[in-house]
């Protein structure tokens, strides 16, 4: 079995665990973080993804986002996955934007980046495959959601793999990266191009949209919210009549105390989508 137990640990009568697996699609060790709840004992459950932003690890969201109460309730696994891959001979860059920990969920094809930054293929296969042969996962009842680079993957995975993921949502997403500072640079970077609309949520809405409902949560006080591009996507978003609650909270930042706050409504969005 390719997985290592780092830690387990009860936790609202379910389990919060962190493992590490050897990547076959980075190349390297990885790490990652689930919590299953008590329920799983007896039967499969459905699962959450949750996609964390630069300079995240797994182990943010899963210490500050407060959702392992509401799994529980909902009897519903969380996975936090890393935000890119790690560790000695693995690229960088003196940068917090770009390189470890600012991976951006896409398949980079330029060097120096191409041999370990392939994490949409991580996320959506080799991560994928493992949860559903390891844990008490139901592969056909999935969801994603992610804040600010992991809105963006949750975004745009959620919208070029529906077969997987059922219902789509994130916390101040990078809604429109080509048209974005946090965008322009890692994608020059890891694709050789800005021009990526394969890769950019308001492109991906205007060309095929999502076939179930959508979420979106920002707040009004966000200190990156020029970056962010959240009216470009709500356009795209009402051109196509998608069906997305698309809110903005007055007073709320770009914090986890703002993730925190709304954590509730998005795995109770989810658990209906679910069933």
């Known amino acids: 079995m390719n997985l290592q137990i780092v830690s387990e640990n009860k936790c609202f009568d379910g389990v919060q665990g962190v493992y590490t697996h050897n990547s076959t699609t980075t ?19 459905p699962c ?20 392992q109460n509401w799994a529980e309730e909902f009897g519903m696994a969380i996975i936090f996955p890393d935000t890119s891959p790690r560790g000695e001979g693995v690229a960088d860059d003196a940068a917090y934007d770009l390189g470890q920990g600012a991976g951006f969920y896409i398949d980079a094809t330029q060097d120096p980046w191409a041999q370990h930054y392939q994490m949409e293929r991580y996320i959506t296969q080799d991560l994928q495959k493992l949860l559903v ?47 974005s500072d946090w965008g322009k640079k890692q994608f020059a970077a890891y694709l050789g191009k800005t021009d990526a609309p394969e890769d950019d949520a ?69 658990a209906e989508a679910l069933g």
């Open 27 to 45: 190349q390297c060790d990885m790490t990652f973080a689930v919590f299953m709840p008590s329920v799983s004992q007896f039967i499969k459950v």
């Open 48 to 67: 959450l993804w949750y996609l964390s932003g630069l300079t995240c690890t797994h182990e943010n969201a899963m210490t500050k986002a407060g959702a």
């Open 133 to 179: 042969d390891e844990f008490n996962i139901e592969a056909g009842a999935q969801a994603i959601t992610g804040h600010s680079m992991g809105g963006h993957g949750a975004l745009t995975l959620g919208m070029k793999h529906p077969e997987i993921y059922r219902s789509v949502s994130a916390f101040a997403p990078i809604c429109n990266p080509t048209q």
């Open 202 to 270: 308001t492109e991906l809405m205007k060309s095929k949209g999502h076939p179930n409902p959508l979420l979106i949560d920002v707040g009004a006080k966000d200190e990156f919210w020029d970056l962010l591009g959240t009216a470009a996507f709500a356009g795209a978003a009402a051109s196509r009549k998608q069906d997305i609650t698309n809110r903005i909270h007055s007073g709320y930042d770009h914090s986890y105390w703002f993730i925190s706050t709304f954590i509730e409504d998005h795995i109770s969005f989810h």
